[in-house]
């Protein structure tokens, strides 16, 4: 029979159960027994789930305390040596060390955490495996061997879940930069893998689904043939082994994935459904296919009909025993259960399906092909009336916003003047010294601040003394950053509880859920706005806040915004026109903010698109069209300084692109790389002003001065000094005061040692 699947379960829980207890340990608040009993709990109740919903194969080892490829990690003995030295670490600290680094001057450990990046094209992080030449590679941890009995143990038979070892190879990196030379590990890596499946097969898996979802990107030659020596080994073993890849199609990798005798291939059929019919004249017998026909990334009701003619049209060709239904990736990027979700109007929650869902609508396209159509009459029914209520809906189109995209001129997008020219009316405007300081956005939203925007958003505390609230911490924050000596100031964003959400709320075409909670990374979670119309700003959101800020300071103010390609990559976007469309309606609206902003007399805007790199198409064949409705500066006054910021994400190929989008400052993530970014501007003479961070907010960690100094000197070697700016690499919201106020000060003094240097040297005097 056609079988119901699933490729992975979000794991924070519905109310974010993992978070709170892996943050109280993190705390000091519990124990490492109680935290490691939240996550049983939790992997407990997702496997019953799913087995009351009536899947064939659930998964398993899809669970993680902070993320699955630093769980690779630690199970592959790879641990780089830093974290090896000192004899202390073991267990879980160790494993937190690696993901967050690890300060305790009481112990004398001061050790920075691994880098961290983006998952494909997601907003999801992932710890980046670090190689020597020399790797050594032991199984070090059985976490896939020890769940699969954990289920066992509850009736639940899973399928065990394995990163496979040519995307794990991938998506590390080489001492000096990623390269195809950590593929040269792959022999000294596999006999782990072997070892690993073979302890599954005798603990009873019948199944094994291993994830290489690199098979979606352009591949060099050299991994083309890891994969074929990994494959002929690991299928030696005799256990049916699913490949899984997602995220696009396989295109030129398609004949390389159809001739590694998998026992199954699952195909990404919501973002390539185009590619399975090629897949049907060339899969050889025997294999099965996996078909992801319910959208793992996104959180609209699945047309069950068009599922359902994949799946048919496969089953005529292959027959039932060798077809599975599943999502199209693992359900980790969706939240949890629509059920829970009580505030949405009727309407719009009928058009969507969160995890829960999906695995319903799964298993309703199942048991259609397996010839069960009246037990799922309803399901389909619901389906296509769904479908036809979004369709014909008049709150999903609004002809004044379709007038003003058709009115666009180009040279609306582009700045008056070249950036030589610009930045000589702002220098004079700004007066700012050489090696400015600034921050990214955000200051601590402390638990205070936390609680009075709840209670104000429950109705138990009125708008007046809300406000009253919210200009007391932006004044105290100025006085904080005006003591410090940072350059150019923000107002700490206190009235923001998300840099998109806080936009999507003033936002026509945007809705919110209660639950909608996804893992950005570790303990961190971000509830996705849903685009479901036509986006447009009815009245200004930020100019109030940024104008009582400015005036109370003579230093530059920075007005704080979030692009509109972040903008769409972090909501859940309408999937019923072309995402460009989209974008560009939400650029039109910060469009009108931006002018807004520089009336009040705002002379610096920051334009936040840290998504930039994440929405870029995996394959490069694909940039072009992306690059022609993603990169457009606003067309501002010159003398008004724009800034844009853009973190954890490989930015080396496209700098020509983001160069193209003409903000005069860009700031980028760069310390856990320690500058690794700025080797491309070796060969790429980057024309404006960059903030390359110096100062790692995702760990918990203070830097020290002279660490920070030896990445601005590095900075130095690369660009002018005249181009620098000393920034932290992301926003501090998520950062206690107790660390930030000792991290910015050793910022700042190492941005007055580098002028004081380059004074001495050039006798002149900066600022």
Request: net charge negative.
């Amino acid at each position: 029979m056609v079988l119901a699947t699933n490729l992975g379960f979000p794991r924070l829980g519905v109310q974010r159960e993992l978070k709170w207890a892996i943050e109280r340990y993190w705390s000091g608040k519990i124990s490492q027994a109680e935290v490691e009993k939240t996550a049983r709990e939790l992997r407990a109740k997702h496997w019953k789930l799913q087995s009351d919903l009536g899947l064939d194969h659930i998964p398993s080892n899809d669970f993680s305390l902070y993320d699955h490829v630093l769980d690779t990690s630690v199970m592959l003995g790879e641990v780089p040596s830093r974290f090896r030295e000192s004899g202390e670490l073991s267990g879980l600290p160790l494993y937190f060390a690696m993901a967050r680094g690890l300060q305790d001057s009481a112990a004398g450990l001061d050790i920075p955490a691994m880098e961290m990046t983006k998952w494909f094209d997601t907003n999801y992080h992932y710890i980046v495996p670090e190689f020597k030449p020399d790797q050594d590679f032991s199984l070090a941890s059985k976490q896939p061997v020890d769940e699969f009995r954990e289920a066992k143990s509850l009736g639940i038979s899973t399928r065990p879940v394995l990163l496979g070892p040519v995307s794990f190879l991938l998506l590390g990196k080489m001492e000096g930069g990623r390269s195809t030379a950590q593929l040269k590990l792959l022999e000294r890596l596999l006999p782990v893998y072997e070892e690993v499946l073979k302890l599954l097969q005798k603990a009873g898996a019948d199944w094994v689904q291993i994830d290489e979802p690199c098979l979606v990107l352009d591949l060099p030659e050299e991994a083309h043939s890891a994969f074929h020596t990994a494959y002929q080994r690991l299928n030696a073993i005799g256990l049916p082994l699913l490949l899984a890849t997602y995220f696009g199609g396989l295109r030129d990798n398609l004949s390389t994935a159809l001739s590694l005798s998998m026992a199954a291939l699952h195909l990404d059929c919501v973002r390539q459904p185009e590619e399975l019919d090629t897949v049907l004249k060339q899969a050889p017998a025997g294999m099965s296919l996996s078909l992801g026909v319910v959208d793992g990334r996104n959180i609209w009701r699945t047309n069950l009909e068009r599922a359902f003619s994949l799946v048919r049209r496969t089953v005529d060709q292959l027959g039932q025993d060798r077809v599975m239904v599943g999502p199209s990736c693992s359900l980790l990027h969706v939240p949890v259960d629509l059920d829970i979700e009580n505030a949405l109007d009727p309407e719009l929650k009928g058009w969507l399906a969160f995890a829960k869902q999906k695995l319903q609508e799964i298993k309703a396209v199942a048991l259609q092909a397996n010839g069960r159509a009246e037990e799922v009459e309803d399901t389909f029914e619901q389906s296509r009336a769904a479908i036809e209520s979004r369709s014909s809906s008049p709150r999903i189109h609004n002809p004044a916003v379709q007038q003003r995209l058709r009115a666009i001129d180009p040279a609306m997008t582009r700045r008056h003047s070249p950036y030589a020219e610009r930045r000589q009316r702002q220098a004079a405007t700004l007066k700012l010294p050489l090696f400015p300081t600034t921050t990214i956005g955000s200051f601590p939203q402390t638990k205070e601040v936390r609680s009075v925007r709840a209670e104000w958003k429950q109705g138990k505390r009125d708008a007046a003394a809300y406000e009253a609230f919210l200009r007391e911490e932006i004044a105290r924050t100025v006085r904080i950053q005006e003591e410090l000596g940072l350059d150019v100031l923000v107002h700490g964003e206190f009235e923001r509880s998300d840099m998109v959400e806080y936009f999507g709320e003033q936002l026509a075409g945007f809705a919110f859920t209660q639950h909608g909670w996804v893992q950005s990374y570790g303990s961190r979670a971000v509830k996705p706005p849903v685009i479901f119309g036509d986006v447009w700003r009815p009245k200004p959101m930020t100019v109030a806040w940024s104008s009582y800020a400015q005036s109370l300071t003579s230093r530059p103010m920075k007005g704080m915004l979030t692009g509109p390609v972040t903008m769409l990559q972090w909501s859940f976007v309408r999937d019923d026109q072309p995402r460009a469309l989209t974008c560009r309606q939400i650029a039109l609206a910060i469009r009108d903010e931006v002018e807004d902003l520089e009336k009040a007399g705002i002379r610096v805007i920051q334009i936040d698109e840290p998504a930039i790199r994440e929405a870029l198409p995996l394959r490069r064949q694909d940039w072009g069209e992306y690059f022609n409705w993603a990169v457009a500066a606003s067309g501002v006054r010159d003398e008004t300084q724009i800034h844009t910021h853009m973190c954890y994400s490989e930015f080396q190929d496209i700098l020509d692109s983001i160069a193209a989008m003409d903000a005069d400052v860009l700031s980028v993530e760069a310390s856990r790389s320690r500058m690794e970014l700025l080797d491309a501007f070796v060969h790429f003479q980057y024309p404006n002003a960059i903030g390359p961070g110096v100062y790692d907010i995702h760990s918990p960690r203070v830097p020290k001065v002279e660490e920070i100094e030896d990445l601005l000197r590095r900075a130095a070697e690369v660009l002018d000094p005249s181009q620098i700016w000393v920034n932290p690499d992301c926003g501090l919201k998520t950062r206690g005061w107790d660390e930030v106020l000792p991290s910015l000060t050793a910022v700042i003094l190492a941005a007055t040692l580098m002028r004081k240097d380059l004074q001495s040297r050039a006798g002149v005097v900066f600022g």
